[in-house]
């Protein structure tokens, strides 16, 4: 545990110790970490109160802090006492930081106006009627605070009042708001964090003090320790950065896009259109593994790239461009793809789909060569041989494999062979009738050919119609033997076979 001194610089590290602890148990925010917490902060508060608070703006701040974050624990903790004992907590900070020249520095009002919606969210919590209206004014008053920039500041506080479907917004809720909405991780900003020239009266992010890891205390609820909290601070460094860029493509020779031309490209955010005779160089090359367009680029001769395109989108994102032509004409230089490969669409799916469709007709067209010459080379042979045997055992083969089942068991039934089943579902019967008919396999396979067609109509198939012809049939003889002929008794689906 911290020691405790009467030096007040000494006293008040060992307070920030105590708060840093409490801070990191708050994330947790589980009952007991929360609980600890809350000790953590009181300690906080007790060496404070003996530091000379009136007479320096830091200390009296750093006591607020605490009172804050202590306010914070309670009301995470929940319960109608707890609840209403931050609203206490909430109280004392509030007398703190209204006491401080808030035009001094931008952190004061900030906390002072953070502090009212803490207070407001903890009253909405207790939902009585009397709390909800006093919630509401602490957030008014937070608007009222929040000077700088009071757009922002007004457009936040109107989106918690209103909140969804016009009842205010829940604590999570509008610290879900805040954090979406007003405040950005700087590890994904287009500029350089440590760029003081940048924007000079802002300086680098990493020294900035709205820069949430250099005020652990202030921005102990943000919980990123590399974020900024000024949206409009970020906002100019990205226009800052973005003219730099664009002021350099222009001094490079590249052709800068008109703003009414760049949204033609991207109709929708940061979206190339699909249509757009352009690819961004930033995206993966189709015919190159691994490789963006603009490594690819790279492997060709200065003199022989193509010029590069530069626009911004809706969104204030810069891409650099290509044409698609001139893209394709790169890949065809390299010996990366063919004149067909490079035609239409650029993009990575509709290369992918256009090499399947390829893929699949030489397959398709191998396929058919391979069964020409395996008819070629049938046909010589059946040529050569003595007897249909081969002949009928390959009729007899077709016939079976690509009939209907019930054509088969027609068959086996007809011949008294045993149906059998495997995992409920009936299984083919090519096998065990190719065996039995090797005597006479082309009068199995007529057979079965002629069933095939007669499965699944009530009236005579034409194949049948046509055979009884081609045989010299009486066919309507054999209508009138059917009709005074009794049916066959139909064999058990379990028979034994003939013998």
Known sequence: MPLVSNDARHKNQLASDWMHRGIDLLNENSASTLERALRC???????RQTLPVNENHHYRYGLSAGWI????????????????????SYDEALVLLESLPLEENVLYPRRFAITWINRGMALQKQKGSGDMWEALECFREAVDVLVHPSALAEEATDRILKGHFGEAMSFRQAQHMIASDYMTQLKGAPFDPKDAALVPDAGPCAACPKRSGNQKELFADVGRADVCTDPVCFRLKCDAVRARLLAQAESEGKMVLSSEDAQSLYPHGNYLSHDAPVIELAKPCPFASGKTWHEVMADLPEAERPSVIVAVDRNGDLHELVGKKEAGEVARALDLATPGETRGDLSPAAVQQRQQNKDAREKHERTTRTVNLVIDAILAKQEKAKDLKALSRLLLMVALHEAHFDTCRRVNVRHGF?????????????????????????????????????????????TIVEAAKIYGLDLSKIKAEAKTKPAPAPKSEEAAPKK
Do not use: C, H, Q
Not at 41 to 47: N, Q, R, S, V
Not at 71 to 80: F, N
């Open 418 to 462: 045993t149906t059998v089943k495997k995992d409920g579902e009936p299984r083919r019967f090519y096998d065990k009738l190719a065996k039995a008919a090797d005597k006479n396999p082309l009068a199995f396979a007529l057979e079965s050919l002629l069933w095939e067609g007669a499965m699944f109509s009530n009236d005579l198939p034409k």
């Open 41 to 47: 902060f009181d300690e906080a508060i007790a060496l």
């Open 69 to 88: 974050n202590r306010g914070d624990a309670l009301a995470r903790l929940g319960g109608t006492e707890l609840l209403a004992e931050a609203v206490k």
